[in-house]
Each structure stands twice: as C-alpha cells, then as structure tokens.
T-cell receptor, first 119, second 112 residues
Framework: GAVVSQHPSWVICKSGTSVKIECRSL??????MFWYRQFPKQSLMLMAT?????????EQGVEKDKFLINHASLTLSTLTVTSAHPEDSSFYIC???????????????FGNGTRLTVT | GEDVEQSLFLSVREGDSSVINCTYT??????LYWYKQEPGAGLQLLTY?????DMKQDQRLTVLLNKKDKHLSLRIADTQTGDSAIYFC????????????FGTGTKLQVIP
C-alpha cells in the first residue's frame, strides 16, 4: 500500500516552454503533498507544500509564479515549471502523507521522481 | 534550526555491519526517518522511530535515537551489495504542515 505515482519519469524540453509534472496517490487520499527538488549528489530541498483545495505554501526563495502548484483533488497534485530555463534542470520528487486519523504517525511516501532537462 | 547532518560516504565489506549516523538540531521533531535512494530513483522508506523511543529493530535494521545528543543512527546487519545506495535521515517537525527536513545523505558502498 501507500503508492505514489509520479509522471513523467523524465522529460526534456526547450528553454522557454512549460512542463507539467503529476503526482498521484494511488491507494490513499492525501490532503497534503510535498514537492522537493534534488540537485545532483545533494539532498532534497523542500520547494512547497501542496494543499487540496487551497493555495500552496512555498518555501523561502522558491518563486511561486515559476513553480505553479495545483492540488485539485485528494489524490492529485501537479507542479508546472513555467518558462523553463537550463538552471531549472533537476530531479523533482513529490511525496504524500496518508490522511485520516492515523495521519499523525504516517510517514511520507515518495514518487519515483521526474528528471527535467531544459535545453 | 533545521539542519540535519550526515557523513557523506561509508564503505563496508559484504557481510559486515554498516552504521550510518545523523545529527539534527531541532529538538521539537516528532518522528525521525531513514530513507534509501538508489540511482535515478525516488526515495524508499526503510524505517522510522518516534521521538520518545530509544531504539527500534526491524529485521536487519536497527535504529538508535539519542535525543539528548540529537543523534540518530541506522545499523544494517549483514550488509549486502543490494544495500549500496544513498541513505537519508529525515526529521518531521512539530506543528504546521509538519514538514520533513532531510539530511545531506550518506552514500553506502558495499564491497563484495
């Protein structure tokens, strides 16, 4: 159980275009999902917290107009990288926590990540 | 503070035990986790421990928590080549959305 599916697994796009990444919780509902970014050989940096039915909460230094987050349902959050540039090339990983009475002690479950390359 | 530190690299021989260490600074964390990441993949949850526990054992994995020193360790018994990966510790904050902060990661290399 607790499967998180992320799509696509990799994408190459031209500079100036936009790319959408989907994160789905397949067998549980998640009111909150998290988006992380990971540079090569580095740790995961939290970008934003995605909340179902409301605006995302962005970490300091993350441009909300560049990284658009939409959490339209209890099982889907999307991250859109707008007007992508080569410096946006990175590994993006989403995670979700099962909601409900047990959510307090429920760990984060991760998708397999999306490798974005902007040329 | 939210700094979580790990040593960058650990090399062990197959069959030996591995001990990966982690220090954190936020004493209000509720849960502490260990995740495994293989090349090009997402993170796989290995185990976690509640902050009021000292130890947790799960098959080959033993987690030790020293809350006074804010030190967490993961021991892997009988390390196998398939254990080669990057290991991240992470702490879950109290309050708000209870966001999770990750350590810098330790690359474990298992020598056959």
């Amino acid at each position: 159980g607790a499967v998180v599916s992320q799509h696509p697994s990799w994408v190459i796009c031209k500079s100036g275009t936009s790319v959408k990444i989907e994160c789905r919780s397949l067998d549980f509902q998640a009111t909150t999902m998290f988006w992380y970014r990971q540079f090569p050989k580095q740790s995961l940096m939290l970008m934003a917290t995605s909340n179902e039915g409301s605006k995302a909460t962005y970490e300091q230094g993350v441009e909300k107009d560049k990284f658009l987050i939409n959490h339209a349902s209890l099982t889907l959050s999307t991250l859109t990288v707008t007007s992508a540039h080569p410096e946006d090339s990175s590994f993006y990983i989403c995670s979700a926590r099962r909601q409900g009475l047990s959510s307090y002690n429920s760990p984060l479950h991760f998708g397999n990540g999306t490798r974005l390359t902007v040329t | 503070g939210e700094d979580v530190e790990q040593s960058l690299f650990l090399s062990v021989r197959e069959g030996d035990s591995s001990v990966i260490n982690c220090t954190y600074t936020d004493s209000s964390s509720t849960y502490l986790y260990w995740y495994k990441q293989e090349p090009g993949a997402g993170l796989q949850l290995l185990t976690y421990i509640f902050s009021n526990m000292d130890m947790k054992q799960d098959q080959r994995l033993t987690v030790l928590l020293n809350k006074k020193d804010k030190h967490l360790s993961l021991r892997i018994a009988d390390t196998q080549t398939g254990d080669s990966a990057i290991y991240f510790c992470a702490e879950r904050m109290r309050g708000g959305y209870q966001k999770v902060t990750f350590g810098t990661g330790t690359k474990l290399q298992v020598i056959p």
